[in-house]
C-alpha cells in the first residue's frame, strides 16, 4: 500500500474508533455535564474521520468513498493504534484514554500543520483547534480526579498503570513513518515523544498521580492492523447496518 | 434567471437572509460560513466553510442557501465548502455577536482559540469573563463545557441565576 494512503488510514481510523467508543457512552455517562462533552467530542473526531478518509479515498482513487472505507474494511484492514480499542471501563479508564489520546493528538496535529502535503496541513488546522479544546478538559478532569477523593484516586492510578503499555505505539515509527518523515509529511518522533512525556509528568504531578516508566515495553502491531480481539466488536456494531444494508442512506 | 441578471452584492444580501439552522436569529453570513461568493458563467458558486469539522448543520445550511436563491430565481447554483483558512468566531460579524446576545447566548469575548501552545494554557482553563446576556452581570461561571451543540458551552449567572449558553472562542 501507498505509505501516504496507510498514514491517511491511521489517523482517520484513529479517530473514527474513538469516536465510536465515546459515542457508546452517549446516554449514560456519569453526569449530564459528561455525557454532551463526550458525545461532542465524539462529534468533532467524526467530523476529522471523514476528512481523513475522503482523503484517503481520494487518494486511493479505486472509487471508494469515506463511508465505504468506514464500514466495508475488516479489523484486519483498520490501522488504528491500539490505544483507542481499549474498552471504555469505568469513568476513569474512559478519561484517562482520552487524556492519553488528547495528549498524542494535540502535538502531532502541531506537527502536521506543517506538513508539506498542503491538504494534510489543512485538516490539521482544522482539526488542532477541536483537539486544544478536547485536552484541555481531559487534563483538567485528570487533575480533579486523581487529586481528588481517596477511591477516584486509587481508580485513576490503576487507570493509568493498565492503560500505559498501550501509549507508546504511537512513537514506535515503521517504514510508514519513516516514509512520511523522509517526505516532510509527518513531524519527527524525538520531538513528538517528549513533548507528549513532558506535558504528561506536568499534568500527572499535579494530579498526584505517579508516571510509569516511558522505558516500560509496549504494545504494538495497530498500526499495522494487529489488533486485539475488541475491535472486532466494535466494527461489528459500527458496521452492522452498512453490512445487512450495503448502500443504506437517511 | 441568468448571471447578468443578477449582482453579486445582491447574492450576498440574499445569504443575509439565510438563518444558521441551530441558532435562526444570525445568518449564515454573520455567521462567518460563507467564505465567497462568484459567478462562472450562469453558475452561482457558494463557497462555504464549515465551523466544527463534525457540525451536522453543514447539509442543512448548504441545503437552505440554494433554497434561497433558488426562491430569488437562481436555480443554477453550486455550493463548495472549504476547509482552509479554518473557521474562526473572529469571523463572526458584530451584528451577529448582538444577534446572539439578544437570543440570549453569551457572544464569544475573545480572539480565536489559542492552539499556539501548553504555556498559554492550553490545559488550565484560561476562564474568560463571560457576562450573563440577560442581565450583564460579570460574576458567572462555567457549568458545562459543553452545550446543545460543539460550538457552545453552559454558563450560569451569579446574581440572576440565569444558565445560559455561551458561544465559545474558537
Known amino acids: 500500500m501507498d505509505a501516504k494512503l496507510d498514514y491517511l488510514l491511521r489517523q482517520g481510523d484513529n479517530a473514527l474508533i474513538l469516536s465510536q467508543q465515546l459515542c ?11 455525557d454532551m462533552a463526550l458525545s461532542n467530542v465524539a462529534l468533532d473526531l467524526l467530523g476529522q474521520t471523514r476528512m481523513w478518509l475522503g482523503y484517503a479515498a481520494e487518494l486511493e482513487g479505486k472509487g471508494r468513498d469515506e463511508d465505504r472505507l468506514a464500514f466495508h474494511r475488516d479489523a484486519i484492514d483498520y490501522r488504528n493504534c491500539l490505544l483507542v480499542e481499549q474498552p471504555n471501563g469505568s469513568y476513569a479508564d474512559t478519561m484517562m484514554r482520552q487524556f492519553l489520546f488528547d495528549t498524542w493528538h494535540y502535538f502531532l496535529m502541531d506537527g502536521l500543520t506543517r506538513s508539506s502535503d498542503v491538504r494534510i496541513a489543512e485538516i490539521a488546522q482544522k482539526s488542532i483547534k477541536e483537539v486544544t479544546y478536547h485536552l484541555r478538559r481531559s487534563g483538567d478532569l485528570v487533575v480533579r480526579l486523581g487529586d481528588g477523593t481517596d477511591i477516584s484516586h486509587a481508580k485513576m492510578q490503576t487507570a493509568l498503570d493498565e492503560l500505559w503499555m498501550y501509549s507508546g505505539e504511537m512513537f514506535l515509527y515503521d517504514a510508514v513513518d519513516h516514509a512520511m518523515v523522509e517526505q516532510g509529511v509527518a513531524p519527527a518522533v524525538d520531538g513528538l515523544r517528549q513533548n507528549f512525556l513532558d506535558h504528561l509528568a506536568e499534568v500527572l504531578n499535579e494530579a498526584t498521580l505517579k508516571m510509569p516508566s516511558p522505558d516500560a515495553w509496549m504494545q504494538r502491531g495497530g498500526k499495522q492492523g494487529r489488533h486485539s480481539e475488541r475491535l472486532g466488536y466494535i466494527l461489528a456494531e459500527m458496521q452492522f447496518l452498512q453490512r445487512a444494508y450495503p448502500g443504506a442512506q437517511w | 434567471m441568468t448571471a447578468l441578471d443578477v449582482s453579486i452584492e445582491q447574492v450576498w444580501s440574499w445569504l443575509g437572509e439565510v438563518a444558521d439552522p441551530e441558532i435562526p436569529v444570525i445568518s449564515v453570513v454573520d455567521l462567518g460560513i460563507v467564505r465567497d461568493v462568484a459567478f462562472e458563467g450562469d453558475t452561482c458558486v457558494v463557497t462555504i466553510t464549515p465551523t466544527y ?11 437552505s442557501v440554494k433554497e434561497a436563491l433558488l426562491a430569488h430565481g437562481v436555480d443554477d447554483v453550486r455550493i463548495v465548502s472549504r ?8 469571523w463572526m460579524s458584530d451584528a451577529g455577536k448582538a444577534a446572539l446576545k439578544g437570543y440570549g447566548i453569551a457572544p464569544p469575548v475573545q480572539q480565536a482559540i489559542d492552539i499556539s501552545g501548553l504555556h498559554a494554557g492550553i490545559r488550565r482553563r484560561a476562564a474568560p469573563e463571560v457576562s450573563c446576556p440577560v442581565c450583564g452581570s460579570p460574576h458567572t461561571q462555567l457549568t458545562s463545557e459543553f452545550g446543545s451543540t460543539p460550538c457552545k458551552a453552559l454558563y450560569k449567572c451569579l446574581d440572576c441565576r440565569e444558565p445560559f449558553d455561551y458561544f465559545k472562542c474558537h
Open chain 1, 24 to 34: 457508546q457512552l452517549c446516554g449514560k455517562g456519569p453526569a449530564l455535564e459528561e
Open chain 2, 53 to 63: 469539522s463534525g457540525c451536522p448543520a453543514m447539509q442543512v445550511i448548504s441545503d
Open chain 2, 83 to 90: 476547509l482552509a483558512p479554518a473557521w474562526t468566531t473572529d
